[in-house]
């Protein structure tokens, strides 16, 4: 992982925190997934710290209009407009040992300890 950006992120968004942890890592993701030319969107369930997450990793933001809030999904569902298919990935309830860092957690779990990640129809 970019440690760099790690460092940078937490700058921009002023604390270091779970959700920022957790959308810079699915950020990270969505990098592997589309060409470096899409210009990738994102529907996501709420928005909060997460979002800055994927914003610093993937320029996906608000003020660009390529993301969205639907409070009615339980997943951050990505993809390029014009197309019939993305991503969806669904966030797994993380198990922590007792006094545990969770941004340690989080920035150092596998990708399949965080999320399932699923072509979705749009
Ligand atoms: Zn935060």
């Known amino acids: 992982m970019n440690m760099e950006l790690w460092d940078l992120a937490v700058k921009a968004h002023g604390h270091e925190c779970a959700g920022l942890a957790f959308g810079f890592r699915?950020?990270?993701e969505v990098k592997k997934?589309?060409?470096p030319t899409e210009k990738v969107h994102v529907i996501m369930p709420g928005y909060n710290?997460?979002?800055?997450?994927?914003?610093?990793v993937t320029g996906i933001s608000i003020s660009n209009q390529t993301m969205k809030v639907d409070?009615?999904?339980?997943?951050?569902i990505f993809y390029v407009a014009?197309?019939?298919?993305?991503?969806?990935?669904?966030?797994?309830?993380?198990q922590m040992a007792e006094g545990a860092d969770p941004v340690t957690g989080i920035l150092a779990f596998a990708?399949?300890?965080?999320?399932?990640?699923?072509p979705y129809d749009l």
């Open 71 to 76: 409070k009615s999904i339980d997943k951050y």
């Open 82 to 94: 014009g197309e019939d298919e993305g991503w969806a990935f669904t966030p797994h309830k993380l």
């Open 111 to 118: 990708r399949d300890m965080l999320f399932d990640i699923e």
């Open 49 to 56: 710290c997460v979002a800055d997450g994927i914003s610093i």
């Open 33 to 35: 997934i589309f060409k």
């Open 26 to 28: 699915m950020g990270e």
